[in-house]
């Protein structure tokens, strides 16, 4: 992960299959001043893994493991932060 800046707004989120959703997330956060996106894909097959990799302002992680064993992927997010 290359360092944030102090003044950089980021955004985690965790998603699944969200590829229908994520075009106007990206636009909605990117309006309100969203630096960077940290986002952990939990195993999509729906093209959302592809299409969070061509976002020039996002980081992404992909995982299979349990979203409930993560705490509702608090952990994950948790971790990020």
């Known amino acids: 992960l290359p360092p944030l800046r102090d ?3 980021f955004c985690v989120l965790g998603v699944r299959d969200e590829i229908e959703r994520l075009p106007d997330f990206f636009r909605h956060y990117r309006e309100l001043g969203v630096d960077r996106f940290l986002a952990v894909d939990n195993g999509s097959v729906d093209g959302t893994l592809e299409l969070l ?3 020039p302002d996002a980081e992404v992680w992909s995982t299979r493991a349990s979203f ?4 509702s992927g608090a952990h994950w997010a ?3 932060a």
């Open 7 to 9: 003044d950089e707004i």
């Open 78 to 80: 948790s971790g990020l």
């Open 68 to 71: 409930r064993a993560a705490g």
């Open 53 to 55: 990799a061509d976002q």
